[in-house]
Nanobody, 122 residues
Framework: QVQLVESGGGLVQAGGSLRLSCSASGRTCSSYTMGWFRQAPGKEREFVAGISRSGTTTYYADSVKGRFTISRDNAKNTVYLQMNSLNPADTAVYYC???????????????WGQGTQVTVSS
């Protein structure tokens, strides 16, 4: 079992930056592939970014490549999502996720955080 708690969401102007954090319980964070998903009003939850257990491999949705960066600090049991060049299309509830599988997929996610709201104004 692992508990995930997101923080860092808020209101930001278009073109601005925001960093989300996800704190995981226990000392077994390195056992999990971690990732971020988001869900905008009226839309399905979608994949944003994933990171391997060691942190050496990352992958992103095409819509955020070059703007978002996922990272992890296993010693702190924390995963981050640095979001730059934000635009109103990025407005959504962002969810932290964890899985024992090698890659992050919405259908095989084992644990979810409660979500944090990100709103980008024009």
């Amino acid at each position: 079992q692992v508990q995930l708690v997101e923080s860092g969401g808020g209101l930001v102007q278009a073109g601005g930056s925001l960093r989300l954090s996800c704190s995981a319980s226990g000392r077994t964070c390195s056992s999990y592939t971690m990732g971020w998903f988001r869900q905008a009003p009226g839309k399905e939850r979608e994949f944003v970014a994933g990171i391997s257990r060691s942190g050496t491999t990352t992958y992103y949705a095409d819509s955020v490549k070059g703007r978002f960066t996922i990272s992890r600090d296993n010693a702190k049991n924390t995963v981050y999502l640095q979001m730059n060049s934000l635009n109103p299309a990025d407005t959504a509830v962002y969810y932290c996720a964890a899985t024992m599988k090698a890659i992050m997929q919405i259908t095989t996610t084992d644990y979810w955080g409660q979500g944090t709201q990100v709103t980008v104004s024009s």
